[in-house]
């Protein structure tokens, strides 16, 4: 405003030069108080001006002088204010590093210096007392959050954590519940409920939520897809080992409702064993072998797994071993190339009693890092080419050999994915969020299927070293081993762990 009229001034006064460089300057007379004054036009012009500047200049003044109080005010408030904010920015970075006397001493003085920020305040104070370690005092903070509607959902998520980490799982899904009904869009609410629903075993309510996350878009739909695929084969499992007592009926409507959810498991995702080996098992279950063993080549060709193919040899069991080899032949040509189909085919020369075969399809299994099943497969086929030593050998090396995470999926039962409840949930959530299985069974260190032949008693000390194999004891050297040269060495070699021998220095010539 004062610029603008600065500029007017300045426009009449050039209009005042103006006139009185013309040639008519013209006359001005004032009258007032008994005075007169008489000049030019252009004298009065700039006059007025000038007195005009004058008067706003001091008008400008007296205000300034007026305002001197508030402005002072405004500057301390302003002042506070980015001192508030300095101490929330230090207080979260303090909160963050674990320094929990420090984030409390600037939650607090954040709170005296601001007014117009009370929702930092309090979400530093929670923080604050999280990381000084007072549960009670961060409880109160997220408990009184609840009171302010921005606020709320911040509330719900510190209290369920904290009941998390007070072991309190009704709790913590109880307030994962209320916050997933306030926020459509709360992924952690929603993982939250859903390990809540698995670790109670809840697998119905379960996949309504795997289904609600696709629609509200929480989730892509890849990751919707694999977590309902596996949640339907823990739901059929789940209705397959119930332990309850059922009637003759119940138990049927048990079994069809398990494997019609099996069924669409498989449906979503092909190459999910679990899914595909239990609506196998449950087809082959009402007669339905053909329908079984259709599923299962699918998902051959897609990802091999050892249980497909048990499944697959056991879908019929009353035919002649080389029915069976032919049938498996069906099931190694959707991949051929797989290191599993190459496994199969070993089996399948075996059951038709093909040694020759059998040798040419083991030819490049024979390496270093065998597994255990390798070798024991190894050991079958050392036994039927006569060749004792050998599978004796073959077995040795299958004591010591590394366990395939495929196989550890199968008991010693021949059963495969009996996993219970916990472990279902884990692979449940480690499915749906990479694509990948666990293996439960692996990680315990349980026991699988044995594959070991029974070999002959050729040497007494053999029969002794397998019979402690299986009760679990140490057991001395194979014959074969290099260390002992004959029969009689062997049977008079003490068992348990021996010192290393004492190399003795020869006497230089």
Excluded at 6 to 15: S, T
Excluded at 329 to 350: G, K
Aim: hydrophobic content about 50%; overall charge neutral.
């Amino acid at each position: 405003m004062t610029r603008f009229l600065i500029g007017i001034l300045l426009i009449v006064c050039v209009a005042g030069v103006a006139l009185a460089l013309a040639g008519d300057p013209g006359m001005a007379s004032l009258s007032w108080l008994g005075w007169r004054i008489d000049t030019s036009a252009a004298a009065a012009t700039v006059g007025i001006a000038l007195t005009t500047l004058m008067a706003t200049l001091i008008w400008k003044a007296v205000i300034w002088f007026i305002e001197a109080p508030s402005r002072a005010a405004k500057s301390r408030a302003e002042a506070r204010r980015r001192e508030g904010a300095e101490c929330l920015s230090r207080g979260f970075v303090a909160a963050a590093a674990g320094a929990g006397g420090d984030a409390r001493r600037l939650a607090l003085k954040a709170a005296d210096y601001t007014d117009d920020q009370p929702i930092l305040v309090r979400l530093l104070a929670a923080q604050a007392a999280e990381a000084a370690g007072d549960e009670a005092a961060a409880q109160q903070a997220y408990m009184a959050m609840l009171g302010f509607p921005d606020l709320r959902l911040v509330g719900h998520r510190g209290l369920m954590l904290a009941a998390q980490r007070r072991g309190d799982s009704a709790e913590a899904a109880r307030q994962a519940e209320a916050a997933y009904g306030m926020a459509k869009t709360s992924r952690w609410a929603w993982r939250a409920l859903l390990e809540a629903r698995l670790a109670a075993g809840e697998w119905d309510q379960a996949l309504a939520l795997a289904k609600e996350a696709l629609d509200r878009k929480l989730v892509s739909p890849a990751v919707a897809e694999r977590a309902r695929a596996a949640l339907l084969a823990a739901s059929a499992a789940w209705r397959e080992e119930s332990q309850e007592p059922k009637s003759g009926a119940r138990k049927a409507r048990d079994g069809e409702a398990a494997t019609e959810l099996a069924l669409q498991s498989a449906k979503l995702r092909p190459d999910f064993a679990p899914g595909v080996v239990l609506a196998a098992r449950g087809l082959a279950q009402e007669g339905k072998t053909a329908r079984a063993a259709q599923i299962l080549e699918a998902a051959w060709k897609l990802k091999p797994h050892p249980a497909l193919w048990l499944a697959y040899r056991d879908l019929i069991q009353t035919e002649t071993p080389k029915a069976r080899a032919r049938r498996l032949s069906l099931l190694v040509d959707q991949n051929p190339n797989h290191p599993e189909s190459s496994l199969v085919r070993v089996e399948q020369a075996l059951l038709e009693g093909d040694i020759d075969a059998a040798n040419r399809a083991a030819a490049n299994l024979d390496h270093p890092e065998a597994s255990a099943r390798v070798c024991a497969l190894m050991a079958r086929l050392a036994l039927a080419s006569r060749d004792a030593d050998g599978a004796r050998a073959w077995a040795a090396r299958a004591l010591v050999a590394s366990i395939e995470p495929d196989w550890s999926d199968i008991g010693p039962d021949g059963r495969a994915f009996a996993y219970g409840a916990a472990d279902w949930s884990r692979l449940v959530s480690a499915y749906a969020e990479t694509g990948e299985l666990i293996h439960p069974r692996l990680e315990r260190g349980e026991r699988v299927l044995n594959e070991l032949p029974d070999l002959p008693v050729a040497y007494n000390p053999s029969a002794a070293f397998f019979a402690s194999e299986r009760d679990g004891d140490f057991a001395p050297p194979l014959p074969d081993d290099p260390g002992f040269d004959d029969d009689d060495a062997l049977l008079s070699a003490p068992r348990g762990p021996q010192p290393a021998p004492v190399r003795r220095r020869r006497p230089t010539r």
